[in-house]
Nanobody, 125 residues
Framework: QVQLVESGGGLVQAGDSLRLSCAAS????????IAWFRQAPGKEREFVAG????????YYADSVKGRFTISRDNAKNTVYLQMNSLKLEDTAVYYC??????????????????WGQGTQVTVSS
């Protein structure tokens, strides 16, 4: 059974940094693309960042490019999202996800079938 567990969310001020973690089990982690999505109240779930398996290729939404960094430690079955220069509009529940096709490299949320429970990130002024 695939399980993804996010952690690291919290309440921070604008301009602060935060690192999220996504611990995975039940899948051949090193082969899988893992992505981060987020959903703010009243808004659709949106793609944030993704990282492929073996090659570690990374890709980002324009809204976070240059501020957020996704990385992975395959020995620990964990993906990280380092978030710097946080803005009020970054407030959301953040989810990590894995696609049905482990090699999928994209931002379409419906291609991701394994999801964590989410972690809340709140940025205050």
């Amino acid at each position: 059974q695939v399980q993804l567990v996010e952690s690291g969310g919290g309440l921070v001020q604008a301009g602060d940094s935060l690192r999220l973690s996504c611990a995975a089990s039940g899948l051949t982690f090193g082969w899988y693309t893992i992505a981060w999505f987020r959903q703010a109240p009243g808004k659709e779930r949106e793609f944030v960042a993704g990282i492929t398996g073996n090659s570690g290729y990374t890709y980002y939404a324009d809204s976070v490019k240059g501020r957020f960094t996704i990385s992975r430690d395959n020995a620990k079955n964990t993906v990280y999202l380092q978030m710097n220069s946080l803005k009020l509009e970054d407030t959301a529940v953040y989810y990590c996800a894995a696609p049905k096709d482990k090699y999928y490299t994209g931002s379409e949320y419906y291609r991701y079938v394994y999801w964590g429970q989410g972690t809340q990130v709140t940025v205050s002024s």
